[in-house]
């Protein structure tokens, strides 16, 4: 005589509603992590810098549109600050990071 005795019916219920509580704490997990794995991948893919905290107040605010608005903000000042580039309406495109030859030398 154990101390939890269940029918075949009643522990495949009990092993189903656990697996269901655990995918809700995944999906609730990933729902609040997304702004720290936004700011991660931002910071990797274009060295800019943000805290998740300010990500989640746009977000809050604006909405998606914001959070991309803030985004793209983010990507023009960083090609503002940098003095190499220098982008006028008649200048033609920067192509070179489509160069296969310059891409295998990084």
């Not at 702004?35 to 905290?53: A, D, N, W």
């Not at 991309?68 to 309406?89: F, W, Y």
């Amino acid at each position: 005589m154990g101390s939890l005795d269940l029918a075949a019916d009643a522990s495949y219920t009990l092993v189903a509603v656990v697996g269901m509580g655990l995918l809700g704490l995944i999906l609730i997990a990933s729902f609040v992590s997304r702004s720290r794995v936004f700011c991660q991948y931002l910071r990797h893919m274009t060295g800019i810098e943000l805290k998740p905290s300010a990500v989640r107040r746009v977000y809050r605010s604006n909405g998606k549109g914001g959070v991309r608005d803030l985004l793209m903000d983010l990507l023009i000042q960083q090609d503002l600050a940098d003095d190499s580039r220098k982008v006028t309406p008649n200048s033609k495109p920067d192509t070179s990071v489509f160069e296969i030859g310059k891409m295998a030398k990084k």
